[in-house]
């Protein structure tokens, strides 16, 4: 994915418009390292200098596509806290979450360095490949989803985008999740954290 570049962005514009594609490539990533579709179903490419995988699916593709460039507006304006992966088994229980998350700083008002910005965010897709080993192995017939957590609800009222973003029950877990970093990053303009939660061992699985 490549979005448009427009001249005299905001800094927090072009964070934003940097990220969200990075979390596009890093979500398909995460997918693919789930093993829950075919290894044919991707194929590899080169991101910011690192080999990556691409769905191959028209579907699948723009699943992902659709649902993270729509949080674009979103992050701009920093309402978006965490953006999830989340990973539920056939009784439409969660099971596994990767758990992205991220702070556009508001008030920064230099230029964004690109080029520094990409290799911070490129640690992290180096990083995905060799953490399967906090991962556990996925029921079959399990499903996924992408859902955002905001600080505030976006007004519906105002903005036809938030239309397609409706509330979460959070209490999914009712125990505290168990928690494994992944990566984390702070920088000026974006601090990031990627880590998975699994259920703790005294929630229910029913």
């Known amino acids: ?5 427009r ?8 964070t934003a418009r940097i990220l969200v594609e990075f979390l596009e490539v890093a979500i398909t990533s995460i997918v693919f390292l789930k093993g829950i579709y075919p290894s044919g179903a991707f194929e590899r490419r080169r991101y910011m200098n690192a080999v ?10 723009d699943y992902i ?16 806290e965490r953006v999830a992966v989340i990973f539920f088994n056939v009784d439409n229980i969660p099971i596994e979450r990767f758990i992205f998350k991220l ?15 990409e290799f911070s965010l490129r ?11 906090l991962t556990k192995a996925l029921p079959r017939d399990c499903r996924w989803e992408i859902t955002a957590y905001f600080h505030s609800l976006p007004d519906a009222s105002r903005s036809k985008d938030a239309e397609v973003w409706i509330p979460t029950d959070t209490k999914q877990w009712q125990t505290p999740p168990v928690i494994s970093p992944i990566k984390s990053m702070t920088t000026e ?18």
């Not at 596509?65 to 978006?80: R, T």
Request: hydrophobic content about 35%; aromatic content about 4%.
């Open 52 to 61: 990556v995988q691409r769905a191959r699916h028209p579907q699948l593709r």
């Open 189 to 206: 303009p974006l601090c990031l954290q990627l880590y998975l939660e699994h259920p703790s061992s005294s929630e229910p699985n029913s």
């Open 1 to 5: 994915m490549v979005m448009e570049r």
């Open 103 to 117: 702070a556009v700083n508001q008030s920064y008002d230099s230029k964004v360095e690109e080029a520094a910005l």
């Open 65 to 80: 596509h659709s649902a993270v460039s729509g949080l674009l507006p979103f992050i701009q304006k920093g309402l978006v």
């Open 7 to 14: 001249e005299n962005q905001s800094p927090q514009n072009e």
């Open 123 to 133: 640690s992290f897709l180096i990083k995905l490949p060799v953490s399967e080993t």
